[in-house]
């Protein structure tokens, strides 16, 4: 029996911000950001966009194919929690009307946490066969003002249908691991915004990933040219190049130019424009492969590097399941990130600045277009919509 990806699809907001309009008022060359760290564009989530109405959008379209009663299990990962007690995944369950038989969780540790749910169902599913799991990872990237990740922003979710002989992706056995207490990335509960030591974590990340790579060696046995095509965390697409490069030195690999697009190059397209959506990440950058690559990948081995700053990393692989292309939703994710609003910087800073949800009562304009929004705030409980 295999396990892994069934379907897969994600979510971004309605709005974006350029980094063109960004370059041109923080008086900086545009270079730095099309070139430098690899980025054009930042997803922006208005007040009445949160994990749950990303996560509703990226999930929905899963649930219309299937029995939505068979779902026994959400995973919610996040490190963009909206309650200290409640899950994220509860919030959803409801909105989306799951079945009371299943059990909700939140997962978390920054941009790694996607991959502990995954794996998570993974494991529950190969335990129990007739388990069907929806994984969620969601998040929205806010930095202050000013700072050096302000570039760096975005939001996304990815939804995850796991199950047993999984027609996307199946999942093998055997990943490495590496995890070390340190602070490169952190938001103390106080803060809506992270703060992050940005040179520092790429330079964890970097040595995560060989700490991870060497352990993924010991438990598989594997070597890098067992590996047709790699998927990195991206916070910026330019550390994929960065990662890749990298694993080919350590390894000691012999790869041409041709060869290093081939393996990495599809996986950037859709963040180069969505920004970063932290644990959903790497998964929208999964898609971006899926939806981009010019040939059939049928069969191929995939290399996922995750990355959780703090930090918490993960090296694993899966195969690509015949027939996969049939169920791509490339023409839902081209359409969501073709028809997002351009914003300037005023509007933009209208959005940063609007979302305060500590208090009691708040109601929210109606301004993300989506079936599900975030109508308010009443006695300190979230209030969703569901436009029909
Ligand atoms: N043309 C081309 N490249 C340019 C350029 C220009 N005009 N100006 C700068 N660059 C390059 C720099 O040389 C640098 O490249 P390098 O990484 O190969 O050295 C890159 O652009 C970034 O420039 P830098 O001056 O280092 O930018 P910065 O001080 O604003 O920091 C980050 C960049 C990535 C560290 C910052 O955006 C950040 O903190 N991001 C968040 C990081 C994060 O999310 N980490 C979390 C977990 S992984």
Redesign the pocket.
């Known amino acids: 029996m295999t396990v892994g990806i069934d379907l897969i699809h994600f979510s971004t907001s309605d709005y974006f911000l350029g980094l063109d309009t960004y370059a041109k008022e923080k008086s900086v060359?545009l270079?730095?950001f099309h070139?430098?760290?690899g980025q054009e564009k930042m997803s922006i989530a208005p007040p009445d966009e949160d994990i749950i109405t990303l996560a509703a959008k990226a999930a929905d379209p899963i649930l219309a194919q299937i029995n939505k009663d068979e779902i026994t299990a959400v995973l919610f990962a996040t490190e963009s929690g909206i309650d200290q007690s409640k899950s994220a995944g509860a919030f959803l369950h409801g909105l989306l009307q799951l079945p009371n038989r299943c059990r909700t969780v939140e997962f978390k540790h920054?941009?790694y946490a996607g991959t502990a749910a995954l794996q998570m169902a993974t494991k529950m599913v190969t335990a129990n066969p007739k388990e069907k799991i929806l994984v969620i990872a969601a998040d929205i990237?806010k930095?202050d003002i000013d700072?050096?990740?302000e570039?760096?922003q975005g939001c996304g979710a990815v939804a995850m249908l796991i199950t047993e002989n999984p027609r996307i992706l199946s999942i093998e056995p055997g990943s490495g691991y590496y995890t070390e207490d340190v602070n490169?990335?952190w938001r103390p509960n106080h803060r809506e915004t992270a703060l992050?030591?940005?040179?520092y974590?790429?330079k964890v990340?970097l040595s995560s990933l060989k700490h991870a790579w060497d352990n993924f060696v010991e438990e598989t046995g594997r070597n890098f040219y067992d590996i047709d095509a790699f998927c990195y965390?991206i916070?910026?697409s330019?550390?994929t190049e960065?990662a890749h490069k990298t694993l080919i030195k350590k390894v000691g690999a012999k790869i041409d130019d041709a060869t290093f697009k081939l393996q990495t190059e599809a996986g950037q397209v859709y963040n180069r424009i969505v920004g970063?959506s932290y644990s959903a990440s790497l998964y929208i950058g999964f898609c971006s492969f899926l939806d981009n690559a010019n040939a059939s990948l049928e069969g191929k081995r995939f290399g996922f590097f995750s990355?959780g700053?703090g930090c918490v990393a993960e090296f694993f692989t899966g195969i690509i399941q015949p027939g996969y292309q049939d169920l791509l939703m490339a023409d839902s994710h081209r359409q969501q990130i073709e028809s997002r609003q351009e914003l300037n910087y005023q509007q933009y800073l209208a959005f940063y600045h609007s979302g305060d949800t500590t208090k009691e009562n708040v109601n929210y304009p109606a301004t993300n277009h989506g079936k599900y929004r975030l109508k308010g705030i009443e006695h300190h409980i979230r209030q969703y919509e569901k436009k029909d």
């Open positions: 060359d270079d730095k070139i430098g760290i920054a941009c990237a930095y700072s050096s990740g570039a760096t490169d990335f992050v030591d940005g040179k974590s790429t990340y965390h916070p910026f330019r550390m960065k970063n990355y700053s």
